[in-house]
Structures are given as C-alpha cells and as structure tokens.
C-alpha cells in the first residue's frame, strides 16, 4: 500500500506544479502622464513648488492606475488621472488656467479610445469645471468629434453630469501676474509669439496615456492654451491627431507651442511611424518631438506608451512635468532631465 500511496502524493505534486507552470501570467497595465513641458529652471523653480508640482504629478498617478488596478478602461484611467490635474492649481489646465488677451479663460480638451478610434473634444469652453470630462461627453454622447465656443457650452448644458463654475473659479495669482507681464509688453502683432518670459514658457499642459490589462490604449489632453491668446485662438490639444492620438498600437499626449503640433500633426506622425515603418515607439516619438518640432521653430514635449507598455517621455526644453506608472511595476515622477 505504501507504494501507490506515495505514487499518488508524487502524481498530485506534479500536478500542482504544472498547475503553477501553466497559470497566466498576471496582466499589466501601465500609464504615463504630463503636466507640461517648459518648465522653469532648476535654479529658478524653487524647492518648494517642485516638490509641491511632484505630489501633485503623484495624485494624478494614483487616481489613474487605482482605474487600472481594478480592471477598468484606459479610457476611465486617462479621465481620472486628468481630473486630477485639471483640480490642481500647478498646472495650465482648469483650475490654474492661463488668461487671454481679455482677461477671462477658454480651455480646450480631447480624448481618444484607441480600441474604437471614436474621440471627442471641445474648444474655448468657459465654465466646465473639468474639460476632459466635457470631450468625453461629445465622444459619448453625440456624432461630433469637436464642439467650440458657445455650442460647445450649449451641449454642456444637456450633460448634467458635468459641473459648471463661473469663469475666475480658474483663476490663480501666478496666471494673472503672467498676462500682466504679457499685456506690458503690448503685443499687437496678428502672429502669436512664443512667451518672453521663462516663467511664460511654463506652458503646463495636462495629459494621460494609458494601456489597460485588456490591452487598449486611450489617450486625451486638457489645456488653457497661451497667456494673452486673442481672437478664439485654439491650439494643439483638442485637435486629434495634433495633441492627442490613441489606436491599438500607440497612444500619444502632446504638450508645448500648439501651432507647431498642428502644423506638423505630431500625435499622430510618432504613431503613423509605428505604424506605417515599424519603428519602436522610442524612435518615432525622438523623431518628431526632438528633429521636426524643434527643427520648424518650435518646442515641447509628449508621452505615449505602445501596446507592450513601453513609455516614452521625449521633451526638448529644459523640463516636463512628468510621471509613470510602467508594465513591470516601477514608478515615478520628474521634471528635469
């Protein structure tokens, strides 16, 4: 009797073994995201802020992955991450929003679902509180892609999901000593320029790219645009393809002098390379960002992730508001190089 006894505790040992062999590996999920490129100098951005901009880069992070933690959406994680920026005064999205030329606040945002390719976004809205929220609503809820302006506040007005603020709820004392210095230097010129001033460069645009254990990919965007814009100006981060791009392949959140991103589609170029010539994502994102936008005149920066969880986080200014959250686990935020 001893014989098969131990023949079947050997049998049923091999059998858990193999059990443990064959057992799928865990899923992965990663999300990368930025609080904008052109930030100050290390010398000039005071211990202080950086520390204070890092935890707030930590916040974002946390509202994303705890989405993906729990088996949700790239699409409910890339929302939740920019919500949290967007409530953040450190950054130039929603509640800490640059001011134009009239003193008030327009903000602009996208997002897209790279599984079904469907996107939305809104353009000069005044008075939703969280922009990135205001996109998903026209992705999910009409046949439009972009809504501006008024029509854009008019279709708020039917989502009742979305909270309304009046216009200063956005401001801040540092967007206001921003415009101030902008409106000294009385800028009349029809050809918007780059900011003269380094804290001006300070663009601060929000953005999320996340892959989810499912395997999609979404990405969005949230801006106030530049200080002293005029005439409706809109720039990179509400136009899919410019500011925002996600498909299976490739997500990508742009951040810097708009007019460049969308003259050169840059969201959608490092994708399309992916894409179309089969590059890493790390060298079609370097192409772009760090040869064709600075090679045309302009600056700035993006983060993206590919359908493996690789993250990418090219910028060509002094620093980019950045964190991540890779596939293997490991996590963090920076701003410098």
């Not at 302006?149 to 603020?165: C, K, S």
């Not at 005029?230 to 136009?239: A, K, T």
């Not at 742009?254 to 460049?260: I, K, R």
């Not at 370097?286 to 993006?302: E, F, Q, T, W, Y």
């Amino acid at each position: 009797m001893k014989t098969p006894l131990l023949f079947l505790l050997a049998l049923a040992c091999a059998c858990a073994l193999g059990m443990a062999r064959t057992s799928p590996p865990a899923k992965k999920y990663a999300l990368v995201i930025h609080g904008g490129a052109g930030t100050l100098s290390p010398d000039r951005l005071g211990a202080e802020d950086a520390a204070a901009t890092r935890a707030a880069l930590d916040l974002a992070l946390t509202a994303g992955e705890d989405v993906l933690k729990a088996g949700g959406s790239a699409v409910d994680a890339v929302q939740a991450a920019i919500v949290q920026m967007e409530e953040s005064p450190y950054f130039n999205a929603g509640k800490g929003a640059v001011f134009n030329a009239e003193g008030r606040h327009e903000l602009d945002a996208s997002i897209m679902d790279g599984a079904s390719q469907k996107a939305g976004a809104v353009a000069g809205v005044s008075t939703v509180r969280n922009p990135i929220r205001a996109a998903r609503a026209v992705m999910e809820h009409s046949v439009h892609v972009m809504l501006a302006g008024e029509g854009a506040e008019r279709f708020a007005d039917t989502q009742p999901q979305l909270d309304r603020v009046g216009n200063d709820w956005f401001d801040t004392p540092l967007r206001r000593e921003q415009l101030q210095r902008f409106l000294e230097q009385d800028r009349t010129s029809s050809r918007i320029p780059a900011p003269a001033n380094a804290e001006d460069r300070h663009f601060g645009t929000v953005g999320a790219v996340a892959l989810d254990q499912h395997g999609n990919i979404a990405a969005g965007t949230s801006t106030g645009g530049m200080t002293g814009k005029r005439w409706g100006r809109v720039g990179d981060s509400p136009i899919i393809g410019a500011g925002t791009w996600a498909d299976r392949r490739c997500g990508i959140s742009g951040t810097g002098w708009g007019e460049f991103y969308i003259r050169f589609n840059a969201a959608r170029d490092i994708c399309a390379r992916v894409e179309y010539l089969g590059e890493p994502l790390s060298r079609a994102a370097d192409h772009v960002i760090l040869d064709v936008i600075p090679g045309a005149g302009g600056n700035g920066g993006a983060v993206g992730l590919d359908a493996d969880g690789h993250i990418v986080m090219p910028f060509n200014t002094v620093g980019m508001n950045r964190g991540w959250v890779a596939s293997d686990g490991k996590r963090g935020t920076a701003i410098f190089r």
